[in-house]
Every structure is written in C-alpha cells, then in structure tokens.
DNA sequence: AGGAAGTCGATTGTCGACAATATATAAAAT
DNA sequence: ATTTTATATATTGTCGACAATCGACTTCCT
C-alpha cells in the first residue's frame, strides 16, 4: 500500500467523503416517529399499527417494533398488550406536572452553577439570538433559542443526570407546545426579554433573584389553556 | 349449560382459581434481569448475550432483546451498536449524580405535601416497621421499609410524573446500595430514627425543618465511600 | 327476542433463520 | 520485523412466518 493511498484515506482532498450515516434502522425510525409526534403531526391518541407503518416505511416489522419501545420510554407512547399501541394522550394534569417538574429542574440547576460560579457568558449567545429572532418576528426561531437557552443552562450545571432528566421532559414539552392553540398575542419581544436578567443575576451570583426569575418564567410559560390540548381525551 | 356450572365460573369454591398470570414474556425476562441487576448478581459492565441469555431462559431472542430493550429505557443497560450490551458501568460521578437528584426530587416533595397540607400519618406506618426491623437487627428489613417510607413520602406529593421519574431513580439507588460494601457499623437505629422527626415537621407544617431533615437524610447516605462501587471501571 | 357460543378479521407476541458488522487471529507480502 | 490483508468467529440487526389474543359480528338455541 502507497503513501499516498493512505494519505487520501486519513486526508481526502476533492470530493470529501463524508462518513455515511450508519445508525440502526430502529433509531432512524424512532426520531421519525418523535419527530412527528412533537411536532403534532401525530397527535395524541392516535394509534400505531407496526404492519401499517412498516409497510409505509418500506422496512420489517422488527425495527419498527424496538422504535416504538423507545419511544414507549420517552413515554410518548404507551402499549396495551394485545390491545394496540398509541401516541399517550395528554392530561391537563400531566401538563401541569410536566412544567412543575421543569421547573424543580431549573432551579436546581441555577444552584448548581451558582453554588460552582460557573461560568454563563456562553448564554448570552442564545439571548441574542432570541432578540434578533423576535425583532423579525420569527416564532420559530425564538422557540428554537429559548429550547438553547435553557438546554445550555441545564448543562452549565454540569449535571449528566439532570441534563438526561431534563431532556426528557422537554421532549414532552415540545409536544405540548406543537399542540397547543398558536396565539399570535403572544409578545415575542418580552418573551426574549425574560431571560437576559436571568443570566445578569447569574453573572452576580443573587441566587434569590435568579432563583425567583426563573421560577415567573416557567410558570408565566404554563398558563397556555389547557383545555385546547385535552380535545382529545380518549 | 346448566346453573350449576354457570356458578362454578362465577364463585369458584374449593380449589380457588386465581386469574393466571398472562404478562408477556418480555416483562417477565425484565424483571428478572432487572432484580439480577439491582441486587448485584449482575455486576456493571457484564455483558449480556442474547442468545447466551434466550438459551438460559428457554425462549427466543425477541423477547430478551425486548426486555433489553426496557432495561435500557430503565437506564441499567447500554447498547452499543453491534458490538455489544452490557449493565452500564457505575462511576463515582454517577452515583454522586444520583443522590443529588434524588434529594431535589425529594425537598420537591416536601414543599409540596405542606403546599396542599396532605396527610402524612401513613408515613407513620413505615416508621414503625423501621424501629422494629432496627430492634431485630433485620437489616433487610429496615431497607425495605425505608424505601417504603421514601415512596409513600413522594406518593404523598401526588406528582405522577415526579413519582415515575423517582422510581426510575430509585432503581439505581437499590443497585448502588446493593453493590457497596456491607458496613455492619452502620447503626441501624439510628438509620431508623432519622425518619419520625421528618413526620413531626410535616405535621407541623414546619417547612424549614422539614427540608433541612430531608436534605441531611439523603446526604448522609451519601457518604459510602464511593471508590468501594467502582471497581470496575473499563 | 335474548343470551350464549362460535367465527372472523385485525393486531400484537414469539420464533427461527439469515444478513451485516466488529473484533481478534492468522497469513502473507514488502 | 512490520504492516497489510485475509479469515474466522461471535454478536447484533433485520426479516418473514406463525401463534396467541382481542373485539366485534354472526349464528344458533331456547
């Protein structure tokens, strides 16, 4: 074998080969799945049949199988044996407890980086993109940064577990947020302005006021009806 | 048909014939695993085979990768594509994780027990199973009822979602403790009698008390030196 | 007509076999 | 001797088929 065969292995110069993706068909068809159900396009309730959605996908039955048992542990489905399998319907009551228990996350991880002065200057990077987003009036965008704003707070915690927990549930608040009623009332502008005082008072270290803010945010953030999401309540 | 057999099905007398158990078998080969694992049989970072294990088990591999599969959702086992699955090896940072979560999630229980002014007298039963286990030096049993006491606490919240994501948790918790050293030092009395003053502030409304209790609680089991668990890094 | 038993269709549960992949080992070439 | 290539083996990934179960409908008997 030449040198430069093995230079265009470890170097390739013109037409990079990129490493073609090889992940398990299961997980390819679980982000599908999750994807369509956060996103609404399969909304609660509705029932999965393998035969059906492997034929549509043109794979075995088997993978679609082991996708739907992962996303049975994201816990956005739910399987009856012999029954069926359906997208798990929401209850204003899991609503509340979804964001209660974001915010016992938050919080707990707000004491963390102060209790560890970490550092969150990299916050501001999210808090920007959310001020430019609601000055052209990008909804979508908005939702995308303030999804980073508070994933990266969540990781300055430094806290593998909280961050796996946290992730979780926001796959479920992310479902929530999809369903709910889109109200154009709602005031891109201010919801970008909550978060910068939440990173000045971390920058400060006033654990009270960072701790409070973050408390009104995600409860300001739970007061969408919940009645428009439970129309669906099997 | 006649009534007497009619009332046969309807009122079985002599030989009582309980509903036969008809739980699928992925649950089952689950479960197993699952108390293997959290009672140390099976060690972090043994490897599972599943055709070694369907073999052992009398089944097919369906099954037992299904129940891998829960494992995995419990977060007891890692998948690594194609190259193998394995009870997921314990680091020091991991339990630390844990017991940290776990104290969050459990103050979070707390304030919201005197939130709704919940009655707690139930907690008193698991407390006297704890003195008297303690009086025995059933060390076993004092484990149990402690982990009695610390489910009934969060059930007491009345959070769903709170008392799922704590079981998930707790799971690891047996594991852990499973997997440490046995300290006969430990004083099982005194394990026992940590837990009636939790009650009294929760009776009393005392918010403060009731959470600085909880939080030594949780910390101070966490002191097992935890170089004893990891001994298996790979 | 009413109720029990049987039948049918749909769906999940389980199985055995084959394909794809990774690691380790041995062989071969320079 | 070292690096490369080939091979072997073990394990997971995927597939198609069959069995078990459920629900609704039909049929039959009284």
Redesign the pocket.
Known sequence: ?SMTQ?SVLTAPTAADLEPIE?T???VQIADRLRRAIITAKLRPGTV????ALAEQMN?????V??AIAILENDGLVE?L?????RVKPLTVREVEETWSLRQTFEVMAIRRILERRADVASLWIPCRAMRDAAALGDREGLILADEQFHRMLIALSDHHLLLQSWNALYLRINQIMALRNRRDSDDLAEIAGNHPPIVEALQLGDTRTAVRLISDHTRALRDFDPASIVEWLG
Request: net charge positive; aromatic share 4%.
């Open positions: 074998m093995a090889q398990p068909l299961r999965l049949v393998e035969t794979v075995s039955r088997a993978p199988r082991e399987t044996a012999y029954k069926g399998k």
